[in-house]
Structure formats: C-alpha cells, structure tokens
C-alpha cells in the first residue's frame, strides 16, 4: 500500500493542468479513504468461503489450521491470533499466498482458480447490501 501511496504522490508532481491535480488529488484521496477503512481493527473471527458459499468461520483469537479441497486441489488456512492467511499447494500463480497474513475488518485472501477465500469481516455491521454479484 505504500507503493500506491508515492504513486499517489508522484501522480499529483506530474501533474500539468489544474483538471490533472484535481484528478490525481480525488484518486490520492480515495486511497487513503480505503486504506483507513481496511486497517480498522476487525472482528474477532475469520470466514471461510469455498464456491461462494461460507462454509466455516474460524476464531482469530488462538492458532488453527483448516485444509480444503479447492478446485485444483489442496488448500491450508493458517489462522494465528488476528491475523489469517491463504496457504496453498496447488495454485499455478499462487496469488492467495502472496497475499500473505490478512489482519483487520474487511481484508480478503482470494484464491480464484481453487473457489476459496477468506474474509475478515468488520467489527461494526454494516448495512451495505451488495448491489450485484458477479459469477
């Protein structure tokens, strides 16, 4: 996230008109916006979802490990007290794994080829209904 955020910053020194500053600081502005958001401190619990279904939720509280036969194989969830994490064997770009530890309300881990993902959801509800979802 830090990358974005001197992209952010070299984005707003290139800038040549007027219309481009606004442009870069609203875009700089929303990054922030999100990254504020996505590090509020988060449940106290991990949601495993195979084939957009929740199939198990797991305490971020103590160390667990949960394995999932996804769609192109086996799939470790290593969950250690606030903070989970994809670990899979079988994913040809391993783009769950380099994901890394999620910590914090609203953070994801996705495996797309295996159908998993993990979510921690926010502390507070929420009452934002999804407006599509997308298959």
């Known amino acids: 996230m830090a990358g974005s955020f001197l992209k952010g910053i070299g984005l707003i020194r290139r800038a ?60 470790i969830i290593e969950v250690k007290p606030g903070a989970a994490r994809l670990r899979e064997y079988d994913s040809p770009r391993m783009i769950g794994v380099r994901t890394g530890w999620i910590s914090g309300g609203g953070r994801m881990a996705i495996c797309v080829p295996c159908g998993i993902f993990i979510r921690i959801p926010p502390a507070q509800a929420q009452d934002n209904t999804y407006d599509a979802v997308a298959r």
């Open 16 to 75: 040549t008109s007027m219309m481009d500053l606004c442009i870069a600081g609203g875009s700089l502005g929303i990054l922030l916006f999100f990254m504020l958001f996505a590090t509020q401190e988060g449940a106290n619990r991990v949601e495993v979802h195979q084939n957009n279904q929740l199939v198990q939720t797991l305490a971020l509280d103590k160390e667990t490990q949960l394995e999932l036969q996804g769609l192109l194989g086996r799939v």
